[in-house]
Protein backbone atom coordinates (compact mmCIF):
# COMPACT_ATOMS: atom_id res chain seq x y z
CA UNK A 1 0.00 0.00 0.00
CA UNK A 2 2.82 2.33 1.11
CA UNK A 3 4.60 1.56 -2.18
CA UNK A 4 1.67 2.35 -4.30
CA UNK A 5 1.26 5.21 -2.49
CA UNK A 6 4.68 6.18 -3.28
CA UNK A 7 4.24 5.53 -6.94
CA UNK A 8 1.37 7.71 -7.23
CA UNK A 9 3.53 10.59 -5.60
CA UNK A 10 6.39 10.14 -8.12
CA UNK A 11 3.81 10.17 -10.68
CA UNK A 12 2.50 13.38 -9.90
CA UNK A 13 5.35 15.11 -9.40
CA UNK A 14 6.68 13.98 -12.54
CA UNK A 15 3.24 15.25 -14.03
CA UNK A 16 4.24 18.41 -12.72
CA UNK A 17 7.53 19.06 -14.11
CA UNK A 18 6.21 17.97 -17.06
CA UNK A 19 3.19 20.53 -17.23
CA UNK A 20 5.39 23.32 -15.92
CA UNK A 21 8.09 22.56 -18.42
CA UNK A 22 5.47 22.60 -21.66
CA UNK A 23 3.86 25.61 -20.34
CA UNK A 24 6.93 27.51 -19.99
CA UNK A 25 8.00 26.51 -23.71
CA UNK A 26 3.96 27.35 -25.13
CA UNK A 27 4.39 30.81 -23.27
CA UNK A 28 7.71 31.34 -25.01
CA UNK A 29 6.25 30.69 -28.27
CA UNK A 30 3.16 33.48 -27.55
CA UNK A 31 5.59 35.90 -26.54
CA UNK A 32 7.78 35.43 -29.26
CA UNK A 33 5.31 35.22 -31.87
CA UNK A 34 3.83 38.46 -30.67
CA UNK A 35 7.66 40.56 -30.06
CA UNK A 36 9.94 39.15 -33.01
CA UNK A 37 9.39 40.74 -36.10
CA UNK A 38 10.97 37.63 -37.60
CA UNK A 39 9.01 35.32 -36.30
CA UNK A 40 6.31 35.17 -39.34
CA UNK A 41 9.07 34.59 -41.92
CA UNK A 42 10.69 32.06 -39.42
CA UNK A 43 7.52 30.03 -39.14
CA UNK A 44 7.00 30.42 -42.73
CA UNK A 45 10.17 29.41 -43.84
CA UNK A 46 9.64 26.07 -41.81
CA UNK A 47 6.42 25.14 -43.44
CA UNK A 48 7.60 22.45 -45.72
CA UNK A 49 9.54 21.07 -43.00
CA UNK A 50 7.61 17.73 -43.51
CA UNK A 51 7.76 16.92 -47.16
CA UNK A 52 11.66 18.54 -47.47
CA UNK A 53 13.12 18.84 -43.90
CA UNK A 54 17.12 19.82 -44.90
CA UNK A 55 15.75 22.35 -47.74
CA UNK A 56 13.39 23.88 -45.05
CA UNK A 57 16.30 24.12 -42.52
CA UNK A 58 18.61 25.59 -44.76
CA UNK A 59 16.14 28.49 -45.48
CA UNK A 60 15.24 29.09 -42.57
CA UNK A 61 18.89 29.44 -41.22
CA UNK A 62 19.55 31.49 -44.49
CA UNK A 63 15.99 33.59 -43.42
CA UNK A 64 16.33 34.44 -39.93
CA UNK A 65 20.27 32.92 -38.83
CA UNK A 66 21.07 29.57 -36.81
CA UNK A 67 20.71 30.64 -33.86
CA UNK A 68 17.03 31.78 -34.38
CA UNK A 69 16.03 28.40 -35.67
CA UNK A 70 18.14 26.42 -32.80
CA UNK A 71 15.85 28.00 -29.99
CA UNK A 72 12.61 27.69 -31.96
CA UNK A 73 13.34 23.90 -32.44
CA UNK A 74 14.40 23.56 -28.89
CA UNK A 75 11.14 25.14 -27.59
CA UNK A 76 9.46 23.25 -30.45
CA UNK A 77 11.25 20.20 -29.30
CA UNK A 78 10.44 20.97 -25.75
CA UNK A 79 7.20 20.87 -26.41
CA UNK A 80 6.01 18.11 -28.65
CA UNK A 81 8.48 16.00 -25.71
CA UNK A 82 6.61 17.03 -22.85
CA UNK A 83 2.90 16.65 -24.47
CA UNK A 84 4.24 13.09 -25.59
CA UNK A 85 5.14 11.65 -22.68
CA UNK A 86 2.06 13.81 -20.87
CA UNK A 87 -0.18 11.65 -22.88
CA UNK A 88 1.58 8.21 -22.63
CA UNK A 89 1.19 9.49 -18.59
CA UNK A 90 -2.36 9.44 -19.14
CA UNK A 91 -2.83 6.21 -20.51
CA UNK A 92 -0.61 4.77 -17.95
CA UNK A 93 -2.13 6.16 -14.91
CA UNK A 94 -4.85 3.33 -15.12
CA UNK A 95 -5.12 3.55 -11.50
CA UNK A 96 -6.19 7.04 -11.38
CA UNK A 97 -9.11 8.10 -10.71
CA UNK A 98 -11.85 8.65 -12.40
CA UNK A 99 -12.24 12.02 -12.14
CA UNK A 100 -8.66 13.01 -12.06
CA UNK A 101 -8.32 10.76 -15.05
CA UNK A 102 -10.79 12.95 -16.79
CA UNK A 103 -9.30 16.28 -15.90
CA UNK A 104 -6.29 15.29 -17.45
CA UNK A 105 -7.60 14.84 -20.71
CA UNK A 106 -9.51 17.64 -20.61
CA UNK A 107 -6.00 19.46 -20.09
CA UNK A 108 -4.15 17.36 -22.93
CA UNK A 109 -6.57 18.63 -25.39
CA UNK A 110 -7.20 21.98 -24.44
CA UNK A 111 -3.64 22.25 -24.24
CA UNK A 112 -3.37 20.80 -28.07
CA UNK A 113 -6.12 23.29 -29.09
CA UNK A 114 -3.99 25.97 -27.80
CA UNK A 115 -1.33 25.30 -30.07
CA UNK A 116 -3.57 24.69 -33.53
CA UNK A 117 -4.85 28.01 -32.40
CA UNK A 118 -1.38 29.48 -32.16
CA UNK A 119 -0.14 27.79 -35.58
CA UNK A 120 -3.47 28.74 -37.43
CA UNK A 121 -2.74 32.71 -35.85
CA UNK A 122 0.84 33.36 -35.23
CA UNK A 123 0.04 36.04 -37.90
CA UNK A 124 -2.72 37.86 -36.32
CA UNK A 125 -0.60 37.60 -33.12
CA UNK A 126 2.67 38.96 -35.05
CA UNK A 127 0.39 42.52 -36.23
CA UNK A 128 -1.16 42.90 -32.78
CA UNK A 129 2.72 42.37 -31.14
CA UNK A 130 3.74 44.85 -33.90
CA UNK A 131 0.88 47.62 -33.13
CA UNK A 132 1.92 47.24 -29.41
CA UNK A 133 5.55 48.49 -30.19
CA UNK A 134 4.54 51.33 -32.36
CA UNK A 135 2.30 52.35 -30.24
CA UNK A 136 4.78 52.92 -27.43
CA UNK A 137 7.08 54.97 -30.20
CA UNK A 138 4.47 57.57 -31.09
CA UNK A 139 6.43 60.60 -29.09
CA UNK A 140 9.14 59.54 -31.60
CA UNK A 141 7.31 59.34 -34.39
CA UNK A 142 5.64 62.79 -33.52
CA UNK A 143 9.49 64.39 -33.13
CA UNK A 144 10.05 62.95 -36.48
CA UNK A 145 7.48 64.26 -38.49
CA UNK A 146 6.53 67.58 -36.58
CA UNK A 147 8.85 69.53 -38.97
CA UNK A 148 7.73 67.84 -41.81
CA UNK A 149 4.13 69.07 -41.48
CA UNK A 150 5.13 72.27 -40.63
CA UNK A 151 7.51 72.77 -43.75
CA UNK A 152 6.94 69.97 -46.29
CA UNK A 153 11.01 69.45 -48.01
CA UNK A 154 10.77 70.56 -51.38
CA UNK A 155 14.31 69.48 -53.10
CA UNK A 156 16.84 67.43 -51.52
CA UNK A 157 18.48 68.08 -48.32
CA UNK A 158 18.67 67.44 -44.68
CA UNK A 159 16.35 67.12 -41.23
CA UNK A 160 17.86 66.83 -38.10
CA UNK A 161 15.57 64.11 -37.51
CA UNK A 162 16.11 61.78 -40.20
CA UNK A 163 19.17 62.89 -41.54
CA UNK A 164 19.79 63.40 -45.58
CA UNK A 165 17.43 62.69 -48.03
CA UNK A 166 16.39 62.69 -51.88
CA UNK A 167 13.01 64.09 -52.52
CA UNK A 168 10.94 62.94 -55.56
CA UNK A 169 9.16 63.56 -57.65
CA UNK A 170 11.48 66.69 -58.60
CA UNK A 171 9.60 69.93 -58.90
CA UNK A 172 6.73 68.96 -56.51
CA UNK A 173 8.03 65.73 -54.42
CA UNK A 174 6.15 63.91 -52.24
CA UNK A 175 8.21 61.40 -51.02
CA UNK A 176 11.54 61.99 -49.20
CA UNK A 177 14.03 58.89 -49.86
CA UNK A 178 16.29 58.75 -46.66
CA UNK A 179 20.27 58.25 -46.84
CA UNK A 180 20.40 57.23 -43.29
CA UNK A 181 17.56 55.53 -42.02
CA UNK A 182 16.56 56.66 -38.62
CA UNK A 183 16.07 53.82 -36.15
CA UNK A 184 12.58 52.95 -34.03
CA UNK A 185 11.68 50.31 -31.19
CA UNK A 186 15.35 49.75 -30.06
CA UNK A 187 16.96 49.55 -33.20
CA UNK A 188 14.45 46.86 -34.88
CA UNK A 189 12.78 49.17 -37.13
CA UNK A 190 13.92 52.19 -39.20
CA UNK A 191 12.50 54.53 -41.74
CA UNK A 192 12.97 54.02 -45.01
CA UNK A 193 11.02 56.83 -46.74
CA UNK A 194 8.44 59.30 -46.10
CA UNK A 195 5.47 59.61 -48.22
CA UNK A 196 3.11 62.99 -48.20
CA UNK A 197 -0.38 62.80 -49.72
CA UNK A 198 -2.93 65.57 -51.00
CA UNK A 199 -4.47 65.72 -47.53
CA UNK A 200 -1.16 66.13 -45.61
CA UNK A 201 -0.90 62.45 -44.07
CA UNK A 202 2.84 61.56 -43.78
CA UNK A 203 3.68 58.21 -44.07
CA UNK A 204 6.72 56.37 -42.76
CA UNK A 205 7.91 53.24 -44.56
CA UNK A 206 8.99 50.52 -42.37
CA UNK A 207 12.49 48.77 -42.44
CA UNK A 208 12.95 45.33 -40.65
CA UNK A 209 9.89 43.55 -40.82
CA UNK A 210 8.19 40.89 -43.37
CA UNK A 211 5.49 42.82 -44.49
CA UNK A 212 4.80 46.18 -46.34
CA UNK A 213 4.25 48.24 -42.83
CA UNK A 214 4.26 51.95 -42.58
CA UNK A 215 3.30 54.32 -39.60
CA UNK A 216 1.01 56.84 -40.77
CA UNK A 217 0.03 60.22 -39.36
CA UNK A 218 -3.40 61.32 -40.80
CA UNK A 219 -5.28 64.34 -40.27
CA UNK A 220 -8.81 64.76 -39.38
CA UNK A 221 -10.65 63.44 -42.24
CA UNK A 222 -7.90 61.24 -43.94
CA UNK A 223 -7.63 57.72 -43.37
CA UNK A 224 -5.63 54.90 -44.23
CA UNK A 225 -6.50 53.80 -48.37
CA UNK A 226 -4.06 52.10 -50.67
CA UNK A 227 -2.19 54.60 -53.33
CA UNK A 228 0.83 54.99 -55.69
CA UNK A 229 3.80 56.29 -53.79
CA UNK A 230 5.87 59.25 -55.36
CA UNK A 231 8.16 56.22 -56.84
CA UNK A 232 5.39 55.20 -58.80
CA UNK A 233 5.12 52.38 -56.80
CA UNK A 234 1.46 50.82 -55.68
CA UNK A 235 0.62 49.73 -52.32
CA UNK A 236 -3.16 48.20 -52.29
CA UNK A 237 -4.53 48.76 -48.60
CA UNK A 238 -4.69 45.11 -46.17
CA UNK A 239 -5.32 46.32 -43.23
CA UNK A 240 -4.26 49.14 -40.43
CA UNK A 241 -4.77 49.63 -36.65
CA UNK A 242 -4.81 52.97 -34.68
CA UNK A 243 -2.44 53.72 -32.58
CA UNK A 244 -3.38 57.02 -30.88
CA UNK A 245 -3.29 60.94 -31.60
CA UNK A 246 -4.05 60.33 -35.40
CA UNK A 247 -1.57 57.73 -35.96
CA UNK A 248 -1.94 54.29 -36.90
CA UNK A 249 0.01 51.04 -37.90
CA UNK A 250 -1.26 49.82 -41.80
CA UNK A 251 0.22 47.09 -44.04
CA UNK A 252 -0.27 47.09 -47.69
CA UNK A 253 -0.30 43.73 -49.58
CA UNK A 254 3.27 42.59 -50.95
CA UNK A 255 3.70 42.37 -54.19
Not at 35 to 55: C, I, K, N
Not at 66 to 80: D, K, N, P, Q, Y
Not at 214 to 240: K, M, N, T
Request: charged share 20%.
Amino acid sequence: MEREHQSREVSRRRGRVLWSLHLIAMASMFAWASFDLRFESMVQSLGTALTSPLTSLQATVATVGLARTAVFSGFLFVALLTLGLLIAERFRSTRASHSRSLRSLMAIVSVVAIWCSLSVNYSALAWQGNRIRMATQLDELEAITEPLRQDWPQRDGEVAQIGPFMAYPFGRPSVLVLLASPTLANDHLSIAAIERNHQGAIKLQLNGTDHDDWAEWHPAGSQPESFVGGLSDPHELESSARLGQGWSLVRYRSE
